[in-house]
């Protein structure tokens, strides 16, 4: 079966630290997309960054990137110089072809 | 539009009514998914269409659920006979499938319709 998990329900930060957030997937396909999510407390759900299964670098965008290990099945966030803005629910998501299964979320407080 | 466009961003119903939501996808993105939030708790995934054609059904959470996309673009989402625990917010999101090679199926939501059933 195929599923995400995200083990930290709540996380906080410091504000200008480097913060990491846990993802790990399950699937049998040898190709899929992961992605991160970002939704404030506004309700938006925002894309942040895109990994493939074939890709050999990991993914970064701005103050993101991914911790992208095929092996272990993981793929973790990476947001480094935490801002307040940062503050929201993060969500792993994973795509074997058409459907998107998301994880359960993780909320990420960052503290001034 | 720019965006994923829904509507209404707000509706407040009484149990037993029908209700009906939109969702406006991007233009040219040919896949739109529907899926429910309840507070504080994840997505659940409703039901995606490729084009017009709806390939998985399978998050439906029961036969008052139902979800139609004409054009390859406007979708409506209907619930029958709405019930308290259907209170969510429903996010619609679309995405333009690649085809051959990798899946790379970013989705892009709309800022959802807040579902209240008194």
């Known amino acids: 079966a195929q599923k995400i998990t995200q083990t930290q329900p709540g996380m906080f930060v410091q504000e200008k630290e480097a913060v990491t957030l846990d993802c790990t997937y399950d699937t049998s396909d040898q190709s899929y997309g992961l992605f991160w999510y970002k939704q404030p407390s506004s309700g938006e759900m925002i894309f942040l960054i895109y990994?493939?299964?074939?890709?050999?670098q990991n993914a970064t965008e701005g103050r993101y990137s991914l911790n992208f290990q095929k092996a272990r099945k993981s793929a973790n966030l990476v947001i480094s110089a935490s801002q307040l803005g940062d503050s929201a629910m993060y969500f792993c998501a994973m795509n074997p072809y058409d459907k998107v299964i998301f994880g359960p979320g993780t909320s990420l407080s960052v503290i001034p | 539009g720019a965006g994923v466009s829904q509507s209404p961003s707000n509706k407040v119903t009484e149990k037993g009514k029908d209700v009906e939501l939109r969702c406006d996808p991007i233009?040219?993105?040919?896949?739109l998914y529907w899926y429910r939030q309840s507070l504080g708790q994840g997505l659940e995934f409703l039901i995606y269409f490729q084009g017009n054609s709806a390939p998985d059904k399978s998050g439906l959470p029961s036969d008052r659920f139902s979800a139609e996309r004409t054009g390859g673009s406007v979708s409506t989402l209907t619930i029958q006979r709405t019930q308290q625990e259907d209170s969510a917010v429903y996010l619609c999101?679309?995405?333009?499938?690649?085809?051959?090679?990798?899946?790379?199926?970013?989705?892009?939501f709309g800022a959802g319709t807040r579902l209240s059933v008194l």
């Open positions: 233009s040219g993105h040919t896949a």
């Open positions: 990994q493939g299964s074939y890709d050999e």
């Open positions: 999101a679309s995405s333009s499938t690649i085809a051959g090679g990798q899946a790379k199926n970013i989705q892009y």
